[in-house]
T-cell receptor, first 113, second 109 residues
Framework: DVKVTQSSRYLVKRTGEKVFLECVQD?????MFWYRQDPGLGLRLIYF???????EKGDIPEGYSVSREKKERFSLILESASTNQTSMYLC????????????FGSGTQLSVL | RKEVEQDPGPFNVPEGATVAFNCTYS??????FFWYRQDCRKEPKLLMS???SGNEDGRFTAQLNRASQYISLLIRDSKLSDSATYLC??????????FGAGTRLTVKP
């Protein structure tokens, strides 16, 4: 079965810190995604990547950047964390051409104080 | 207006009940539709796709109405284990998946 692993389950950071959220998938999927999930708003796409070194902005990219140096790893970077970035962050991957199934990691609950 | 809208619930139903959720979407160019299930403090997982002709998977039935731009999920003979949040998902192009905020279901003994 596909495994999508996020490095931290819970993270507490201070305002202004640089934050790295790591995501690794083990099924050689081309497509990887970063979402944030907030109550009442559902999942919102931050960034996605079609392939290594490729990235596309989602709906809410402001304040975030991403890195995909290797196919299996997709990193989300908060350059200067702010309190409104407190959220649940979910990484997902999908096989190119398979629109049906998105595999999610278990999420990182980030609190910015 | 949100692109994908769901009644947030919560829906509280007894075991054995039939419950239905609706979801509306705003973009008529939507290609594909899905229901995902998310348990408390867990990640979303695909429950089922929604096909134009409607489809069934055991106690779950999904329907699509393109003219009215809504999809539905029907759960028959509810089990305690069906308690979860159900997310409506719409695919606009190969990589643009839009999620609803979810409908919370609690099945009680």
């Amino acid at each position: 079965d596909v495994k999508v692993t996020q490095s931290s389950r819970y993270l507490v950071k201070r305002t202004g810190e640089k934050v790295f959220l790591e995501c690794v998938q083990d099924m050689d999927h081309e497509n990887m995604f970063w979402y944030r999930q907030d109550p009442g708003l559902g999942l919102r796409l931050i960034y996605f990547s079609y392939d290594v070194k490729m990235k596309e902005k989602g709906d809410i990219p402001e304040g975030y950047s991403v890195s995909r140096e290797k196919k299996e790893r997709f990193s989300l970077i908060l350059e200067s964390a702010s309190t409104n970035q407190t959220s649940m962050y979910l990484c997902a991957s999908r096989q190119q051409g398979d629109n049906e199934k998105l595999f999610f990691g278990s999420g990182t609950q980030l609190s910015v104080l | 207006r949100k692109e994908v809208e769901q009644d947030p619930g919560p829906f509280n139903v007894p075991e054995g009940a039939t419950v239905a959720f609706n979801c509306t979407y705003s973009n008529s160019a939507s290609q594909s539709f899905f229901w995902y299930r998310q348990d408390c403090r867990k990640e979303p997982k695909l429950l089922m796709s929604v096909y134009s002709s409607g489809n069934e998977d055991g106690r779950f039935t999904a329907q699509l109405n393109r003219a009215s731009q809504y999809i539905s999920l029907l759960i028959r003979d509810s089990k305690l284990s069906d308690s979860a949040t159900y997310l409506c998902v719409v695919l606009y192009n190969n990589n643009d998946m839009r999620f609803g905020a979810g409908t919370r279901l609690t099945v009680k003994p």
